[in-house]
């Protein structure tokens, strides 16, 4: 659990930062389209419940993105060591 807490308070690439205010503001159109109050066509409420699940993974992926190289080297000194 602290790999992930660690993870998703590490410093976030500028590009992942902007795909994450996207995943935002889908799943706010996506939960404003569902919690409409007036009656909707079926098709627009299915496409807001898809808007709003593809927003919360974007979000939600792009958060746990990270800068650290640590990892990769890890990884790739593990790949180098086993040849």
Known sequence: MKKIVKRATAPTP?????????????????GTILAAPIALPVLVSTIGG?????????????????????????????KDGSK
């Open 14 to 30: 500028k590009f992942f930062k902007v795909l994450r205010n996207v995943g935002l503001v889908l799943a706010a159109v996506g």
């Open 50 to 78: 898809y808007m709003a699940v593809a927003g919360g993974v974007l979000t939600a992926t792009s958060q746990l993105t990270t800068t650290d190289d640590s990892v990769l080297r890890q990884a790739q000194d593990d």
